[in-house]
């Protein structure tokens, strides 16, 4: 015969830290707010479908050309700079200016030949090209500034 | 006491050997010391401050701590965890290696993006912070030992498994809540392969393309994650089928690293460690192997004895 609950052998202790843990877990869980480590769980929920809005960044070469730099070439730390490149828009001058210098400092270290770096909302969309899957872009520059030589955000 | 309240104690409070109270733990213990000192942490030193966004719990942080720290971490953290599984002070050890799961993931996550990857150990670990690892489960060899369940080795177990059913039921209910049915009946989970290598290394690219180029292939998949995460309560009130919930967790989870390249490898495997009694597992796989051993015994004694060769 299996041993019974015997609830009185769990500490008075261990059951309000219960109480709480379960509170902190359910209060953001069920309304679906982050404070993190307490989360809404949101993961993955929200519908992908052919098209979405993604922050890039671009250098700019000697002759104009634009290209978008993955940030996966830039060391870790700036790895996840879609999340403050994406709370650009409305946020005050300065920090517009240090958001792009910064990624402007990693940028010109694996593209040298950077005159320029620009910060922009693609519009991307998934399109079946002879049977390729290929991403195309439609970039609209929301910050830019010079490698070194001082920047301007536009 | 009403029948749900008998329930309710049970699923909360209920009496698990202390074997398995000391396997968890020690298993909890492991896998915080190697997400510690494996983890690409140091690295993060070199963030901007303007690329850093401090996560809540660490509100006062205005710009990543410099190598040292990080490495430091990591340093105490590991010794820690190491202390914990070889039961050095296993409380004390436990939570100092908790504590420096916790600020290291934080400072992970204080770049803008809320990350996951980290906060279902942390999560489930937290109630054996205050677990009773000292007497019968003090060490492996004496719980081993002690056969009877009881409700102050249980409540540890029984709490992280309700911590996690939750998780997974949240998870599933926010993808109900914000999508609808279409999160499984839509093209959803094609697109979700298809742009699968923009979002993490994948590391079998082909399979998350075939799965994105086959409608019926993407619906299957996406069914069986929202089919998993809904029904995870079930494992409250069907207790056997804990088993084949782990199994599932661990394979959506290997399967999103292999499809996206998505790091959930704490996720994996801190369901299974914490939802199969591997002590009950490792007693019935020594008895059936004495049972087919005296069996194999009995057979070759029954046998007539072969003629000598000469």
Same mark, same amino acid.
């Given at each position: 015969?299996? @041993?019974?609950?015997?609830?009185?052998?769990?500490?008075?202790?261990?059951?309000? *830290?219960?109480?709480?843990?379960?509170?902190?877990?359910?209060?953001?869980?069920?309304?679906?707010?982050? /404070?993190?480590?307490?989360?809404?769980?949101?993961? *993955?929920?929200?519908?992908?479908?052919?098209?979405?809005?993604?922050?890039? !960044?671009?250098?700019?070469?000697?002759?104009?050309?634009?290209?978008?730099?993955?940030?996966?070439?830039?060391?870790?730390?700036?790895?996840?700079?879609?999340?403050?490149?994406?709370?650009?828009?409305?946020?005050?001058?300065?920090?517009?200016?240090?958001?792009?210098?910064?990624?402007?400092?990693?940028?010109?270290?694996?593209?040298?030949?950077?005159?320029?770096?620009?910060?922009?909302?693609?519009?991307? &969309?998934?399109?079946?090209?002879?049977?390729?899957? #290929?991403?195309?872009?439609?970039?609209?520059?929301?910050?830019?500034? @010079?490698?070194?030589?001082?920047?301007?955000?536009? | 006491?009403?029948?749900?309240?008998?329930?309710?104690?049970? @699923?909360?409070?209920?009496?698990?050997?202390?074997?398995?109270?000391?396997?968890?733990?020690?298993?909890?213990?492991?896998?915080?010391?190697?997400?510690?000192?494996?983890?690409?942490?140091?690295?993060?030193?070199? /963030?901007?401050?303007?690329?850093?966004?401090?996560?809540?719990?660490?509100?006062?942080?205005? &710009?990543?701590?410099? !190598?040292?720290?990080?490495?430091?971490?990591?340093?105490?953290?590991?010794?820690?965890?190491?202390?914990?599984?070889?039961?050095?002070?296993?409380?004390? /050890?436990?939570?100092?290696?908790?504590?420096?799961?916790?600020?290291?993931?934080?400072?992970?996550?204080?770049?803008?993006?809320?990350?996951?990857?980290?906060?279902?150990?942390?999560?489930?670990?937290?109630?054996?912070?205050?677990?009773?690892?000292?007497?019968?489960?003090?060490?492996?060899?004496?719980?081993?030992?002690?056969?009877?369940? &009881?409700?102050?080795?249980?409540?540890?177990?029984?709490?992280?498994?309700?911590?996690?059913?939750?998780?997974?039921?949240?998870?599933?209910?926010?993808?109900?809540?914000?999508?609808?049915?279409?999160?499984?009946?839509?093209?959803?989970?094609?697109? #979700?392969?298809?742009?699968?290598?923009?979002?993490?290394?994948?590391?079998?690219?082909?399979?998350?393309?075939?799965?994105?180029?086959?409608?019926?292939?993407?619906? !299957?998949?996406?069914?069986?994650?929202?089919?998993?995460?809904? @029904? *995870?309560?079930?494992?409250?009130?069907?207790?056997?089928?804990?088993?084949?919930?782990?199994?599932?967790?661990?394979?959506?989870?290997?399967?999103?690293?292999?499809?996206?390249?998505?790091?959930?490898?704490?996720?994996?495997?801190? !369901?299974?460690?914490?939802?199969?009694?591997?002590?009950?597992?490792?007693?019935?796989?020594?008895?059936?192997?004495?049972?087919?051993?005296?069996?194999?015994?009995?057979?070759?004694?029954?046998?007539?004895?072969?003629?000598?060769?000469?």
């Amino acid at each position: 015969m299996a @041993t019974p609950t015997d609830v009185t052998e769990v500490p008075r202790t261990a059951r309000w *830290f219960v109480a709480v843990l379960f509170a902190l877990l359910l209060v953001p869980g069920v309304v679906g707010f982050d /404070t993190w480590p307490l989360t809404g769980w949101r993961l *993955f929920s929200a519908l992908r479908d052919e098209s979405q809005n993604r922050w890039v !960044v671009q250098a700019v070469d000697g002759s104009g050309e634009a290209r978008i730099v993955s940030l996966e070439e830039l060391p870790l730390g700036y790895r996840h700079a879609e999340w403050p490149m994406a709370d650009l828009p409305g946020s005050s001058e300065a920090h517009r200016r240090s958001v792009c210098r910064a990624l402007a400092d990693a940028v010109v270290k694996v593209r040298p030949d950077t005159v320029e770096v620009q910060i922009a909302e693609d519009a991307q &969309r998934l399109v079946e090209r002879d049977g390729e899957w #290929v991403l195309t872009h439609d970039p609209e520059v929301e910050a830019t500034c @010079t490698p070194r030589r001082g920047e301007q955000a536009s | 006491m009403t029948r749900f309240r008998r329930w309710l104690d049970d @699923t909360l409070w209920g009496p698990e050997t202390a074997a398995r109270l000391v396997v968890v733990h020690v298993g909890l213990s492991l896998l915080i010391g190697a997400r510690v000192a494996l983890g690409s942490y140091r690295q993060l030193a070199d /963030t901007p401050r303007a690329l850093v966004d401090p996560v809540p719990l660490l509100f006062w942080v205005e &710009r990543m701590p410099p !190598v040292w720290v990080f490495v430091a971490l990591q340093v105490v953290g590991t010794v820690a965890a190491l202390a914990a599984a070889w039961r050095r002070s296993p409380r004390v /050890t436990f939570a100092v290696a908790w504590v420096c799961y916790l600020v290291l993931a934080g400072l992970r996550g204080s770049r803008g993006k809320v990350l996951h990857n980290d906060l279902l150990l942390l999560w489930a670990s937290a109630p054996f912070l205050l677990a009773p690892v000292g007497g019968a489960a003090a060490r492996l060899k004496d719980a081993w030992r002690s056969r009877e369940p &009881r409700s102050a080795w249980g409540w540890p177990i029984r709490v992280a498994t309700v911590i996690i059913v939750l998780v997974y039921f949240l998870a599933g209910y926010h993808k109900l809540r914000r999508s609808g049915p279409e999160w499984v009946l839509g093209d959803n989970m094609r697109y #979700v392969m298809l742009w699968g290598p923009s979002i993490g290394s994948p590391a079998w690219g082909d399979l998350a393309r075939w799965v994105g180029e086959h409608v019926w292939a993407a619906r !299957v998949s996406a069914g069986f994650i929202l089919g998993i995460e809904l @029904t *995870f309560p079930v494992v409250l009130v069907v207790r056997r089928v804990q088993v084949l919930y782990a199994l599932a967790a661990a394979v959506l989870h290997v399967g999103t690293w292999f499809l996206l390249g998505l790091d959930y490898w704490a996720w994996a495997i801190t !369901v299974p460690l914490v939802l199969v009694d591997w002590p009950a597992v490792a007693q019935r796989f020594s008895t059936n192997r004495v049972n087919s051993s005296a069996k194999v015994r009995r057979s070759s004694a029954d046998q007539p004895s072969m003629p000598s060769a000469m």
